[in-house]
């Protein structure tokens, strides 16, 4: 089955620095993929959608220049959130949709991002 | 725009019964589909079951099955014979073929009493 591998699972930056998530599906091309935010015991928001080779959309209230995100290859999406703050601690995950199968979504196991 | 609805925070039933999760959703594209997807604490999302907007018929997984009223914009899920590992979160989500996006309800949590 479509497996999609996301590393760190978890990581404890201090304020000021850069943290880099990737997210890599493993044995299928994903043409599209998603990163979402998940604050503690609330929804997945969407953060922004990535397609391999352009720059990514971007949702509403969503500082791009703070989350940086970079699809260059079909099996690889990277989220790097510059000049992180306390306030950037949150759970990420990321999703990859199967290339060709417009509703087939697999989701990465989550990033923990703590920022001290 | 895409909004899903789910106006139950918390569900709780007793094992071997029956619960059903409500959810609603607005959209005005007529290509979408609709999804439950399960969240353990492990946080791993984990799909329950989809249904597509042009299909009529319910779909249903083993215990898991979905009442899907098109017009009242409702998908609800029901799981019966409710089992201890069925205990998660539980997120309704709606994507369409124009928006290309996924999008999530609020979320239940569901507990399963012994």
């Known amino acids: 089955g479509a497996v999609v591998s996301q590393h760190p699972s978890w990581v404890i930056c201090k304020s000021g620095t850069s943290v880099k998530i990737e997210c890599r599906s493993l044995?299928?091309?994903?043409?599209?993929m998603f990163w979402y935010r998940q604050f503690p015991k609330q929804s997945l928001m969407l953060m922004a959608t990535s397609n391999e080779g352009s720059k990514a959309t971007y949702e509403q209230g969503v500082e791009k220049d703070k989350f940086l995100i970079n699809h260059a290859s079909l099996t690889l999406s990277t989220l790097t959130v510059t000049s992180a703050h306390p306030e950037d601690s949150s759970f990420y995950i990321c999703?990859?949709?199967?290339?060709?199968?417009?509703?087939?979504?697999?989701f990465g196991s989550g990033t923990r991002l703590t920022v001290v | 725009a895409q909004t899903v609805t789910q106006s139950q925070p918390e569900m709780s039933v007793q094992e071997a019964e029956t619960v059903t999760l409500s959810c609603t959703y607005d959209?005005?594209?007529?290509?979408?589909?609709l999804f439950w997807y399960k969240q353990p604490p492990s946080r791993q999302m984990i799909l329950v079951i989809r249904?597509?907007?042009?299909?009529?018929q319910n779909a249903t997984e083993n215990r898991f099955s979905v009442n899907f009223q098109k017009a009242a914009k409702s998908f609800s899920l029901k799981i019966s014979d409710s089992q201890l590992g069925d205990a998660a979160m539980y997120f309704c989500a709606e994507t369409s073929y124009n928006t290309d996006k996924l999008i999530f309800g609020t979320g239940t949590r569901l507990q399963v009493f012994p």
């Open positions: 249904q597509e907007a042009y299909k009529q």
């Open positions: 999703s990859a949709r199967l290339s060709g199968n417009r509703y087939g979504y697999t």
């Open positions: 959209t005005s594209e007529s290509d979408y589909y």
């Open positions: 044995d299928f091309q994903a043409t599209t």
